[in-house]
């Protein structure tokens, strides 16, 4: 600071008697926060020394957001050097010691419960990865962005008393209690079959989380094309017959006057045959569905996809259910 100082006056920024301020610190004060003041920015500050440092300022009664202020940090760096703060001190002294990375130590912070993180210290032994840590601490745990997890929701979980873990550095949630986030997924596919249910436009409607299991037997009937617009109707009739006769030309005979050369006809075969696809696949997407027969014996299953979607699968028939195929030699045939 002299240096500096000095350095100022020669460069004329400031008088060679500038009043130079100093302030006297007493046992009020925080002197972790000056010691770490002092040392932050030092190349030989090891991490360890000032995650523990930051975690003595909070246990000291300062804020995530004041520390940040006293820093210059972001207060989600300030958050993430806390975490790792109150990580055990044996985890970290061996990490002083160069046994552990800085993603492992990452890693142990997933839970604060420093018995935990001891526990699994001890039995993943040497083979202590990062990857192998958050598996042991995390255990059955529900992933909250992905799957059943995602479905749920955080907030819900939450609001029903379920325990999140939360880890900074991967940047994932995790929901402890699984029992309870399956029961509140349950709860929110029964729902949505009571729905279905209430509409009366299918012979049942079951719901679970076991997609497998759910559609196990089931026939997936065919979807059909109602209430087809009579233009688009005509519209493909007409494409169809377009194609038909290009195709019926034949090549070797004089072509048409519209047509250049063979190359041309190909052309056009493919032009009509391309609109006839793009107006067969709007038709259906538009227009399928089942009839009113189809949907006195067969029924829908309310289920999750594997990213933790509402999936409502329609047109499920049971083999009991379906009706039976005419006689082809009897009288109806």
Known sequence: RLKALQGLAQ?????????????????????????????????????????????ELARQGLTEAEIAVRFGLSEARVRKLLRLGRVAKAIMADYRKGQFTLEEVQAFALVDDTKRQLACYRELGEHCSAHAIRRWLVGKAIEAGQGIGAFVGVAAYEKAGGAVECDLFEDKVYLSDTELVERLALEKLGRKARTIEKAREWSWVAHGLDREELTNGLVRLPSELIDVPPDKAAECDRLAQRVADLEALDADAPLPEEFENEEALFDAINAANEALWQLEDEIEKACSGYTAAQRLYAGVVVTLNWRGELDVIEGLARQQDMPKAANESGPDA
């Open 11 to 55: 460069a004329g920024r400031i008088a060679g008697n500038y009043p130079v301020p100093c302030a006297v610190r007493g046992v009020k004060d925080s002197v972790t926060a000056i010691s770490l003041a002092e040392n932050f920015q030092r190349d030989g500050m090891h991490p360890a020394d000032q995650m523990q440092a930051f975690a």
